[in-house]
């Protein structure tokens, strides 16, 4: 099967790779139907993820059929379509018990980091009863492709920020992440979302879909003026700093109102200051990490019910051969490109 392969820094090829096998009678083989490109991969390409492994098929948000069970699956049979999740985890550790299933002791980000990913035509899920979330009826795979990774992010995003009803919030970037995360800061009560972005496209996407109630352009209006303006003067009840770029998490703390929560759910390219002395008296909460993707039935659930809708998210459609090109639309956001996903390779 053809498969996107990392072979290093700045090094990814579309190979000849072998078909997956069992290896555990707890995973499961999985024809994959709709994968996707995420920021991560980007990451990994560029050398920026250390426990990456050169030799390793990228990608870890898809959705697919299954074709095999090991002998321990139970809930699990082939023909069964499912929608991944992006965090390989056994249910069962310290960690897991706690739901903090990014650090399982046997698992955490696996999927086309430690071992092969999805962007390709068959992957093996490990873990699988935990992994794999079997789609409602009726829902096609555009609906649910992000359950498992962006819309997880966001949802956890929100769940940290400890969003009270009528909270103002203010999310800084309106990326797929951001845009998840306001969406599912409506489903907790906020009040008034306040988008941040230096790309005008992905904030009149934010207030067309009803995400977000107010845009500002980081790239000409002055942020914590403008959401001094939003909030009465006070500053944001929460922020959600979903965009990791080089003044982000200054931006984060200082638009927060004093005993606000920020929680910072991007991923950083290089390390951040935390400048106590400027904030000290704000008496601020701070939360950070990679998502725990526990909620993923709920999120099918949300989905299913009409409560949720984010595949306004999908701008480009390319085939698995074509994946490349997918990687340079992308990264430079070529015609306004918010994600881009993969179809099966012609066969």
Same mark, same amino acid.
């Given at each position: !099967?053809?498969?996107?392969?990392?072979? /290093?820094? /700045?090094?990814?090829?579309?190979e000849d790779? @072998?078909?997956?096998?069992?290896?555990?009678?707890r995973?499961?083989?999985?024809?994959?139907t709709?994968?996707?490109?995420c920021?991560?991969?980007l990451?990994?390409?560029d050398?920026?993820? @250390?426990?990456a492994r050169?030799g390793?098929v990228?990608?870890?948000? &898809?959705v697919?059929?299954i074709v095999?069970?090991?002998?321990?699956?139970?809930? %699990?049979? #082939?023909?069964m379509?499912?929608a991944? =999740?992006v965090?390989?985890?056994?249910?069962?550790?310290?960690?897991?018990r706690r739901?903090?299933?990014?650090?399982?002791?046997?698992?955490?980000?696996?999927?086309?980091c430690?071992?092969?990913?999805?962007?390709?035509?068959?992957?093996?899920?490990? &873990?699988?009863?935990?992994?794999?979330? #079997?789609?409602?009826?009726?829902?096609?795979?555009?609906?649910v492709i992000?359950?498992g990774?962006?819309?997880s992010?966001?949802?956890?995003?929100?769940?940290?920020?400890?969003?009270?009803?009528g909270?103002?919030?203010a999310? %800084?970037?309106?990326?797929?992440?951001?845009?998840?995360?306001?969406?599912?800061?409506?489903? +907790?009560?906020? *009040?008034?979302i306040?988008?941040v972005?230096?790309?005008?496209n992905?904030l009149?996407?934010?207030?067309a879909r *009803?995400?977000?109630?107010?845009?500002? =352009?980081?790239?000409?209006?002055?942020?914590?003026?403008?959401?001094r303006?939003?909030? /009465?003067?006070?500053?944001?009840?929460?922020?959600?700093?979903?965009?990791?770029?080089?003044?982000t +998490?200054?931006t984060?703390?200082?638009?927060?109102?004093?005993?606000?929560c920020?929680?910072?759910?991007?991923?950083y390219?290089?390390a951040?200051?935390? #400048?106590?002395?400027q !904030?000290?008296?704000k008496n601020l909460?701070?939360?950070t990490?990679g998502v725990?993707?526990?909620?993923c /039935?709920?999120?099918l659930?949300?989905i299913?019910d009409g409560r %949720?809708?984010?595949?306004?998210l999908?701008t480009?459609?390319? #085939?698995?051969?074509?994946i490349?090109?997918?990687?340079?639309v &992308?990264?430079n956001?070529?015609?306004d490109?918010?994600?881009?996903v993969?179809?099966p390779?012609?066969?």
């Amino acid at each position: !099967m053809k498969a996107l392969v990392w072979r /290093g820094a /700045g090094d990814l090829r579309l190979e000849d790779h @072998p078909l997956p096998r069992i290896r555990d009678p707890r995973d499961a083989i999985v024809r994959v139907t709709l994968s996707s490109i995420c920021a991560s991969d980007l990451h990994i390409r560029d050398g920026a993820v @250390p426990r990456a492994r050169p030799g390793v098929v990228l990608g870890h948000e &898809f959705v697919g059929e299954i074709v095999e069970t090991g002998t321990e699956v139970r809930k %699990l049979k #082939p023909g069964m379509r499912v929608a991944a =999740n992006v965090e390989t985890f056994c249910g069962s550790c310290f960690f897991c018990r706690r739901n903090y299933v990014n650090n399982c002791e046997h698992g955490g980000w696996e999927l086309g980091c430690r071992i092969d990913g999805c962007q390709t035509t068959y992957v093996r899920v490990p &873990f699988a009863e935990n992994g794999l979330n #079997p789609v409602p009826a009726g829902l096609s795979d555009e609906d649910v492709i992000f359950v498992g990774d962006v819309l997880s992010s966001g949802y956890f995003g929100a769940e940290l920020a400890e969003i009270r009803p009528g909270d103002s919030v203010a999310v %800084l970037g309106a990326g797929p992440v951001g845009l998840c995360a306001m969406a599912c800061a409506r489903l +907790f009560g906020a *009040g008034r979302i306040i988008a941040v972005d230096l790309l005008e496209n992905r904030l009149r996407l934010a207030r067309a879909r *009803g995400w977000a109630d107010d845009a500002i =352009n980081a790239a000409w209006e002055d942020v914590e003026e403008r959401v001094r303006e939003c909030t /009465g003067g006070r500053g944001a009840d929460a922020v959600i700093e979903a965009a990791g770029g080089k003044s982000t +998490f200054q931006t984060a703390w200082r638009i927060a109102r004093p005993h606000a929560c920020v929680a910072v759910v991007a991923m950083y390219g290089e390390a951040q200051n935390l #400048p106590l002395h400027q !904030m000290y008296g704000k008496n601020l909460i701070f939360k950070t990490g990679g998502v725990d993707a526990v909620h993923c /039935g709920r999120l099918l659930g949300l989905i299913a019910d009409g409560r %949720l809708d984010v595949r306004a998210l999908i701008t480009h459609r390319l #085939p698995l051969d074509r994946i490349l090109e997918g990687y340079a639309v &992308f990264e430079n956001k070529t015609d306004d490109c918010i994600k881009c996903v993969i179809t099966p390779a012609a066969m």
